[in-house]
């Protein structure tokens, strides 16, 4: 095991944990959404189209890979096929930091719009936070120091 640890240090230097976020058919407009709040773009979009996987020919059209990109945003997403139940739950949390909390609490109002809000954005110990659940079942933690 140590020696597996240098040599991904040595060749790497780091390491980067990303969100790869599995939909019902809506991936391509969750992303959209993603990407309008986040000012990022969608980037390596791939359907299923030519791929050789059994899915039914009406969701063939559906994202099978695609990356959303931009300062300090890098989430991964695919809509998952038919015959792979995609249960809501709380196994995922993205948690964003703002150095602002005006605009944190923009982006929280945001993300929860047509979701469910868990915990108000409300000052707290440690700054300003809030938790809720998107309208795509995505769960969200804002958070701001400031």
Not at 42 to 66: C, F, G, M, T
């Amino acid at each position: 095991m140590q020696y597996i640890k240098k040599w991904y240090n040595k060749k790497h230097n780091k390491m980067q944990i990303q969100a790869y976020l599995a939909f019902n058919g809506n991936c391509q407009e969750a992303l959209n959404f993603y990407a309008e709040l986040f000012k990022a773009k969608i980037q390596n979009r791939q359907s299923y189209e030519d791929k050789k996987i059994d899915v039914p020919s009406s969701y063939r059209q559906k994202l099978q890979h695609a990356e959303l990109v931009g300062k300090g945003v890098h989430l991964m997403a695919y809509d998952a096929s038919p015959d792979t139940p995609i249960n809501h739950g709380n196994q995922i949390h993205m948690s964003v930091e703002i150095n602002d909390k005006n605009e944190a609490e923009q982006l929280f109002n945001s993300l929860s719009e047509g979701g469910k809000v868990h915990h108000n954005f409300r000052e707290r110990e440690w700054g300003y936070f809030g938790r809720c659940t998107d309208k795509y079942g995505i769960n969200w933690m804002v958070n701001s120091n400031i």
